[in-house]
């Protein structure tokens, strides 16, 4: 899908929306550097995979992992952790200085549906679902985070092409279509669409400097 082979480092490869995101791209012909906590998780067999193991807490050659990549992507999450500490927003803020410094431009940084856009109010319904069912389910602290991750890369970033997807994902099944990209509608959508859309996303220069949502076209 995109002709031109890239290096794309990643981080959350391990998780729902990450493991179909490596695959997807190594099927692709690219090269992928993950940052995992645990290699043993990942399944995928491929000389174009280069495993380094750490955490984003306390990692510290990140000049090491960004050196001669194309394109660096962060689906992380770590929901206990994140209810009291906003750790990707301490992460992200050691990699982008990084990043200039390697003269890597581009970052896609997946955040939830119900992650306020910068200095922007969530329409009703999705006030309404993020003080009941995300409260409940403990996922406050990760949108918080998400939330600080968007303001740093708004006021701080703008030197880099960062592109955030408000992702609205309901299931690991099958693919139910191809996910666009928009300011108001969004669907419910399967971790492998949103993998799909992600990859899609970084090489979409319309999108730089956006923060929006996804939605099926056609079901
Ligand atoms: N899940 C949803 O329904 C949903 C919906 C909409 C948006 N989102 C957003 O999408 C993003 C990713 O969600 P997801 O559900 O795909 O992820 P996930 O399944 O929760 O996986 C999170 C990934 O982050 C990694 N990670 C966590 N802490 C780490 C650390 N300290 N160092 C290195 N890696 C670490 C995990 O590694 P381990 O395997 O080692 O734990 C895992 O690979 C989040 O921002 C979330 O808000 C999720």
């Known amino acids: 899908m995109i002709d031109t082979k890239h290096t794309f480092l990643v981080f959350g490869s391990t998780g729902r929306t990450g493991r179909h995101f490596i695959s997807l791209v190594l099927k692709e012909g690219h090269k992928v550097r993950a940052l995992v906590r645990n290699p043993e998780k990942v ?13 984003i807490i306390d990692f510290e050659n990140i000049n ?9 992507i962060s689906m992380l999450g770590d929901a206990k952790l994140q ?6 927003t301490t992460f992200v803020k050691r ?16 955040a939830g549906g119900f992650s306020r ?10 006030l309404v679902l993020k003080n ?38 309901i299931s690991d099944d099958n693919s139910k279509g191809v996910l666009l990209r928009s300011k108001t509608k ?34």
């Open 64 to 72: 090491e992992l960004v050196s001669g990549v194309d394109f660096v």
């Open 95 to 110: 990699l982008i200085p990084v990043m200039r410094r390697q003269g890597v431009k581009r970052f896609l940084y997946q």
């Open 83 to 88: 209810k009291t500490k906003n750790v990707n």
């Open 117 to 126: 856009p910068y200095k922007e109010s969530l329409p009703f319904m999705f």
């Open 186 to 219: 969004n669907s419910l959508a399967t971790f492998i669409d949103c993998a799909t859309y992600n990859y899609l996303l970084l090489t979409d220069n319309s999108a730089i400097h956006t923060c929006d949502l996804s939605y099926y076209a056609k079901q």
């Open 132 to 169: 009941t069912l995300v409260r409940f389910s403990g996922l406050l602290g990760q949108h918080r985070d998400n939330e600080a991750v968007i303001e740093y890369l708004v006021e701080e970033a703008k030197d880099i092409e960062w592109m955030v997807h408000r992702a609205s994902i």
């Open 43 to 55: 399944e995928i067999e491929n000389s174009n995979l280069e495993l380094v193991k750490g955490s």
